[in-house]
């Protein structure tokens, strides 16, 4: 009995494997060790974002697949098939049962040995795996982490600004860029306006007054509204622009022909991305 139902595991194995979204060659087990940074706000952002299924799992068992069945696995890797039991689903948009199938590739050891997990509480970042009930699919490459405490607690608030009714839209660029000059000497307006993955209007305003340092404010909806303020470090809003838009503004999006206009929204848009900040993650 045992030996078939290994039989149906390998065939999951290939199957899996071959998927649009494979593991790849960097799919690892990453952990939280002292030799690797951890997790930035953008690192726990972008996973969260990309995934349909956050789980809190035990390892169970697990099982080296052979190399010839392990398409594009990276020398020094194992690639495992895993069965887990489900602690708890942290975040899903389908249900999961309690048992659980999946792959990862993980580092070998100095010695060439695969690392024992049996037992091992993991944080998985997923997908289900369509008709295919109890198994997923570990997400781009990076999607299980030892389980703490810690990363769930730093994971949570990240989903439920995901899942808010006024969550902001995925920026994908920019659109148009337009800088006009007031009536007084330094005074000035540059408005910027994004493109979204749902199409959503989202728009920059930099306004400059006399004697005033420079401020700016993002508009996510059709009214633009000179009040609008910069996103705080480390939110959603954030993340949206930092981690989306280009470091320099495209010279193609500026819809002016006049130099002092166009030189003028090259800067606003710099003012902009010099107040976001780096995106910075540890993941590939």
Known sequence: MKFKILNINFKLLVTVALLPMTLGP??????????QPPLTYADITKLAD??????????????????????????????????ARTLALVAGKVSVGESLRYLVDVPRDSRGKVPKLKKTQVLLFARPVPGRAGEVQLIGSSGQFPYSAELAGRVRPVLADLLRADAPPVVTGV??????????????????????????????????????????????????????????????EWYRLACALPPALPRASILSREPRARAMAQQDYSLVMSSLGPCTRTLD
């Open 26 to 35: 960097a799919m690892a087990q990453d952990d939280q060790s002292p030799t």
């Open 50 to 83: 990309a995934s349909d299924l956050v789980i809190h799992a035990e390892i169970r068992r697990q099982i080296e697949v052979e190399a010839s069945r392990a398409p594009g696995l990276e020398s020094g890797f194992a690639r495992l098939y895993i069965e």
């Open 175 to 236: 659109r148009d860029a337009l800088s006009v000059e007031g009536n007084l000497v330094g005074e000035s307006e540059t408005q910027i306006f994004l493109d979204t993955a749902d199409g959503s209007p989202v728009s920059l305003t930099i306004l400059r007054r006399p004697g005033r340092p420079p401020v700016w404010g993002v508009s996510w909806g059709e009214i633009i509204d000179q009040a609008a303020q910069a996103p705080r470090p480390q939110t959603l």
